[in-house]
């Protein structure tokens, strides 16, 4: 019975530690890790719109008769999906026609660094440049708060998505810019948003990734086709 | 295989399958069926995209996988061997896999605020596993007992 004892034990102490570890992995416990290379070469988005496709936070024509507006946080992984992989579909079937927009929200909820990411794109959105941050974001996830999005590195996104470096600084080291993204994240709360990416359109509201089909059909309907 | 080592096994069944669904939509980068038709459970989006579903670059879900095929096997030995060394490692990663498990629970619970259906039931799988060990060894410490115990 001793070995089972003392395994009762084990057990009990790895466990222990084992949630131990789990909440020292929490992002909001303190500074990111700026694990990687912040001397590195952005990879380019996979939709390059068209010009005059993108404006303010959203992409697609300004008056087109169906919204979609999207919560996301730039380090949630599913939000990678959604960015680098239906944005552009929906580009190509709905968005160059002219029938749908989608705009973009803040929920950042991740870490420290879904702020800072949202942070520079609102800096570039004072640049009317969002859409090419937002889009380089996505295409340069990697694990969360681990430094993807560390100063160093965001700036290279600022540069290789056209913004004015000068301005740029400027504008990210303004807190009331962070206010506005903080407030995004508040709002997102109230209005039950409780994951990422949650899609809207008029009254209706789902989280996750929808089937192609479903998110088609829900367009569709939006258009009276 | 006793009634305690049958629950066990299914239990360990249905967990590795589980975890090995969770790991796999990870890993595709695809989110879980899921969603607000499950009410309070159906937050997975929530939890998967939060911090507390990887250590590091390990998802929990693969660490999900590894302790209940170990759960599994140990189970499975033990059923047919009746080995001490073989039901000390069950316990053992039966007790490792509760506590880690409670620690999940309180997490979705009081940091992320959101259920998922799937870590719940993920759950469930760990904590019953963890509940026929207990009561395989309480056995055990009954027959033990007995037999070191002088004739009256």
């Not at chain 1, 929906?90 to 160059?96: A, G, N, P, V």
């Not at chain 1, 974001?137 to 993807?148: D, F, M, V």
């Not at chain 1, 913004?163 to 080291?173: E, F, P």
């Not at chain 2, 799988?125 to 009954?142: H, Q, W």
Request: contains cysteine; glycine residues 10%; aromatic residues 8%.
């Amino acid at each position: 019975m001793e070995l089972i004892r003392r395994a009762a034990l084990s057990g009990i102490v790895v466990g222990v530690v084992g949630v131990i570890v789990l909440f020292l992995a929490n992002p909001f416990s303190g500074t990111p890790t700026p694990s990687m290379d912040e001397n590195f070469t952005p990879v380019a988005p996979v939709l390059i719109p068209a010009e005059g496709l993108a404006s303010g936070h959203g992409l697609g024509a300004e008056d087109a008769p169906v919204v979609l507006t999207v919560w996301t946080d730039y380090q949630c992984p599913i939000c990678g999906t959604w960015g680098n992989g239906v944005e552009p579909t929906l580009y190509e079937r709905y968005i160059t026609d002219g029938e749908l927009r989608i705009e973009h929200r803040h929920y950042s909820f991740l870490g420290e660094e879904s702020f800072t990411a949202a942070v520079g794109a609102e800096c570039a959105a004072d640049q009317g440049k969002f859409w090419a941050f937002h889009s380089y974001l996505y295409s340069n996830q990697n694990s969360e708060n681990q430094g993807a999005f560390s100063a160093g590195r965001l700036r290279k996104i600022a540069e290789a998505s056209g913004q004015d470096l000068a301005a740029w600084d400027t504008c990210i080291a303004d807190p009331a810019v962070r206010a506005e993204v903080e407030a995004d994240a508040e709002e997102a709360k109230s209005l039950g948003i409780t994951g990422t990416p949650t899609l809207i359109i008029g009254g209706w509201m789902d989280s996750g990734i929808p089937a192609p089909e479903d998110l088609y059909a829900r367009i569709d309907e939006a258009l009276g086709n | 295989m006793s009634r305690a080592h049958r629950i066990s096994a299914l239990a360990s069944a249905v967990g590795v399958a589980i975890s090995v669904y969770l790991l796999s939509i990870r890993l595709i980068g695809v989110p879980a069926i899921c969603g607000p038709a499950l009410g309070p459970f159906g937050g997975c989006s929530k939890v998967e995209a939060s911090a507390w579903s990887s250590i590091g670059p390990i998802p929990v879900a693969a660490i999900g996988v590894v302790g209940s095929a170990l759960l599994l096997v140990a189970t499975i030995l033990h059923a047919r061997t009746r080995r001490e060394d073989v039901l000390a490692v069950w316990l053992f990663a039966a007790l490792a896999g509760a506590a880690i498990e409670i620690g999940l629970i309180a997490i979705q619970a009081f940091l992320i605020s959101a259920w998922c259906v799937w870590c719940l039931l993920y759950g469930s799988t760990v904590l019953v596993g963890a509940a026929t060990v207990i009561s395989v060894v309480r056995s055990y410490a009954r027959e033990t007992r007995d037999l070191t115990r002088p004739p009256r």
